[in-house]
């Protein structure tokens, strides 16, 4: 059974830094695309970065470059966001997905219609 699992979210001052994980369960991460997402209340569902271990490819939207940074560990069947800088803008309910093709790639950032399987979110608030 596919699962996904969120963690790491948390109340944070302006300018701190968070780490969020997203771990795997019923695959092998790195056979596949994992991508971060947040939802702020009244907005869309927004994509931030995905990475495919296996080939080493991470994307990212252009709000969050030089913040945000996605990497995997496939030892431990986990991807993490690390998040820096953080505004209170960054504030959402955020995200891990996985899209199931096997083989498939992103050759840019994908949208949330791509991905097959989600977890349940968690929290970031940033605050003072």
């Known amino acids: 059974q596919v699962q996904l699992v969120e963690s790491g979210g948390g109340l944070v001052q302006p300018g701190g830094s968070l780490r969020l994980s997203c771990t795997a369960s019923?695959?092998?991460?790195?056979?596949?695309?994992i991508g971060w997402f947040r939802q702020a209340p009244g907005k869309e569902r927004e994509a931030l970065a995905c990475?495919?271990?296996?080939?080493?490819?991470?994307f990212y939207e252009d709000s969050v470059k030089g913040r945000f940074t996605i990497s995997g560990d496939n030892a431990k069947n986990t991807v993490y966001l690390q998040m820096n800088s953080l505004e209170p803008e960054d504030t959402a309910v955020y995200y891990c997905?996985?899209?199931?093709?096997?083989?498939?790639?992103?050759?840019?950032?994908?949208?949330?219609?791509?991905?097959?399987?989600w977890g349940q979110g968690t929290q970031v608030t940033v605050s003072s």
């Open positions: 997905a996985v899209e199931m093709t096997p083989g498939r790639r992103p050759a840019l950032l994908w949208g949330a219609d791509e991905y097959d399987y």
């Open positions: 019923g695959f092998t991460l790195d056979d596949y695309t």
């Open positions: 990475i495919s271990t296996s080939v080493a490819n991470t």
